[in-house]
Structures are given as C-alpha cells and as structure tokens.
C-alpha cells in the first residue's frame, strides 16, 4: 500500500465522460492541488458543491479556453475522499484537448491511469472491493436487469450481507477464544464452544444457500447464452439476422457456409441474452467443416439454452449423442412454416410435435413468440435477482473456501480447540479478500484495470 499512498500525493486528472464530440464534455481532477486548479483555470473557487458558471482559462498565458460550470467537492465528502473539482465543458474535441494540455502543465498534475479514481475511493475507504466491482458492472451495465443488480452491489447490498458474516463469525470466534481463556472451568469452556458450533452451524447454512444459487447473478452479469444448432441449411444464421436485426451472419444455400461461431448480443425484455449462430451439424469429411462442426457442439455445450432447429423440408433431425445429457436445456424449433400445409408438389408435411415452436424467418411468423419464450426461459432461469447473488467467480471461490472452512470447524475434534480457532481465522480471511479488508493486493490491480480513464 505504501506505492499507492505515495501516488495517491500526486492529482490526478482525466475526461470522465465518452471520448469524441459531444453536447458536454466533464474532466474529473482529484487530489491535493484540485482546489489549485479551480483557482487558476476557473476563478473563483466555488461554494462547495454548488455549480457555477466560470470561464475556463489557461492557467500561464490566461487564454480563455471555454465557458462552462464547474464543482467543487473538498474532502473528504467526494468520490475519491481527496479533494475533487469536476470542469463541465463543451464537448468538442479541440476544447477537451485543449483543457487537458493546459491541465498537464500544472506541476503535481497527471493523467489518470485507468481506474485510479476508483482506486483511490478504495484506498481512502470511501467504497470497498465488492462496492468497486458493482460500480464497474454498473458502468458495462447494457439492459435494465443487468443495472438493477450492479447498482445493488454498488450501493452495498452483497458487501452488507458478508459483513453480517462477518460479525458472526466475530461471534463464533469471541466465544471460541474464551473456551481457550476459561479451559480451567470445564463448564464455562463447553458452553462458549458449544455456543460457537450453533452460531457457525446457522452461518454455514446461510454461505450454502447464498452458494446454491445456480448462478444465477454471473449469468445476468455476463449474459444468457443461447446456442443455435442443427443440421445445415435449416436457416440458423437466418434467425440469428432476424434476432438481431442486422446481418451479422453469412447467409446462403451452400451447406457448410457456417464455419466459426458468431454471437450477438440482445436486450430481451430487458435480460441480456447472447446468441451463437453454429456450424450446420452433419457427417462431413471436410476438415474445417469437421472444426466448425466441434466448435458447435462445444459452444453447444456450454450454453444455457440449445435452440435445436429443424425445417419442414428436413424433418426431424435427431439430437447429436454429446448434447443427449443435457437435452433438458433443449428448445426445439422448427423453421419455414410457410410452406405448410403441403409443398408445392403437394407433398404433405408431417404436423409439428406440441413441444416444438414452429417460426418462418421468410415470413417472419413466430419470431415474436419465439423472443418471448426465449425470454421466458431466461427469466426463469435468473429468477427474480431481488436478493443479492454471487456475480463474480472469484466471489464464489472466496465464499466456498470460507464454507469449507467452516465445515472443517464443525467437523473437527473439539478437544483441539486451537485447530478450531484457527479454522474460523481462515473462514474469516477467505470473507475479508472478497470485501477487501484484508490480503487482496494480489487482485486490486485486476479488479481497477476494468475501470476506464476518468472512472
């Protein structure tokens, strides 16, 4: 920490909003010279946090640079905890080019690395780690489930349920430690520890509850993920066009066209939803075909849901061996109704199976239904997301851990009180590295790398 608390004597400075033309342009400067700054390139120094209109001006040559309204936040009541001034300008490139340089030519001023605003809000305790993760996830945020559940854990929803975990395993520990303290007195000593396995047995209940979740917030923080398969020529990348609405897929009558996995990314009734268009599953000889084909069961796979497709003209197609254990995560389909009810040489077509949806991409029917249902099953899957879940993997490695050292406390030889105290030191820990309270700097650098300049 001392690295960053050396920095942290350093101001900071960067444009917090989008890159390029805009109607109004905020460059964020934090740190001990930002009340300096205001009073050369912007006097006088406003109230704090009230906005006022100022003239922005070079800070040696006084060259007016633009007119706009500035911040003022003194610390430690702003973002960061530092002192913060915030230049709201026209959004013009020349204008925010020109602003930055004269910025630059303050001595103790720099440019901002990539999240070191929220990096310093973190290191002055204005926000913890998990609070820092959410505010990312809020940022990336692209439909309005996906907001909900960041601006939750940014505003401390999954950081006050571990502290709650926290304070009882302070609890269990307190009591543990005075068994140890009051081993002379049989009696004193038996009831703390005993005490302590009720409070640990209730906790580890919660921490398996929390983790039998099926991840359900990691999916809404990366995105549901559907999968189109079938045999070739059966009008997958003619779906996914039509999904997307936009022609993110190669289409043709030449089987085999597909030979990599293409995704999109859709806003379903407000869930995220990603779609891959696969390679058309068949016997083949031809050995980019055959990786294209592997690709597709992979990506198959790992999905959440299999949108396998058939068409009127093919029939059914049988369910390829590898995706047969999990044919519970299976939506068929069935494309080019339009054809129905006879083709045109009046060979009839064989009536759909009650599970099927049947759609046309030609004609565009059952498109709407068939949104819907994916929908459907995606919020079936998510569920509600009222309470808070794990979104992150490394929260779940962390919650596990502590899990499995609360497991090993129960489980353990009482008579070795000191191996038990040491269990709930580690369950402890494994909780202060999510939040990061204690043993994270071996994550932080990971965690603010995904914060854009400015943030």
Partial sequence: MTGHNQANRSTIFALSSAAGRAGVAVVRVSGPMAGTVLSLMAPARPKPRLAAGRRIIHPTTSEH?????????????????????????????????????ALAGIPGCRQAEAGEF????????????????????????????????????????????????RASLIEATALVESSIDFSDEGDVAYDAFDSSKAVVTDLAKAIRHHLDDGNKGEILRSGFRVALAGPPNVGKSSLLNALARR?????????????????????????????????????????????????????????????????????????????????????????????????????????????????????????????????????????????????????????QQCLDDLDSFLAGDANHVELRAEDLRRAASALGRITGRIGVEDVLDQVFHRFCIGK
């Fill in 65 to 101: 640079l633009d007119s706009g309204v500035v911040l003022w936040f003194p610390a430690p009541k702003s973002f960061t905890g530092e002192d913060v001034a915030e230049l709201q300008l026209h959004g013009s490139v020349a204008v925010v080019r020109a602003v930055l340089a």
């Fill in 118 to 165: 929220a990096r310093r809000a973190y290191d002055n305790g204005k926000i913890d780690l998990v609070e820092a993760e959410g505010l990312a996830d809020l940022i990336d945020a692209e439909t309005e489930a996906q907001r909900r559940q960041a601006l939750r854990q940014s505003r401390g929803a999954l950081s006050s349920l571990y502290e709650s975990w």
């Fill in 247 to 399: 022609d993110a897929a190669i289409v043709s009558e030449e089987a085999g066209t597909t030979r990599d996995v293409i995704e999109v990314r859709l806003d379903l009734e407000g869930l995220p939803v990603i779609v891959a268009d696969t390679a058309g599953i068949r016997e083949t000889t031809g050995q980019v075909e055959r990786e294209g084909i592997r690709r597709s069961l992979a990506t198959a796979a790992d999905a959440d849901l299999i949108i396998w497709m058939t068409d009127v003209l093919t029939g059914e197609a049988v369910l390829p061996a590898e995706l047969l254990a999990i044919a519970d995560r299976v939506l068929p389909i069935v494309n080019k109704v339009d054809l129905r009810p006879g083709l045109p040489d009046g060979t009839q077509v064989q009536a759909l199976p009650d599970d099927e949806v049947a759609i046309s991409v030609l004609s565009g029917a059952g498109l709407s239904e068939l949104s819907q249902r994916i929908a459907a099953i995606a919020r079936e899957r998510i569920g509600a997301n009222e309470e808070p879940h794990l979104t992150q993997e490394r929260h779940r490695q962390l919650v």
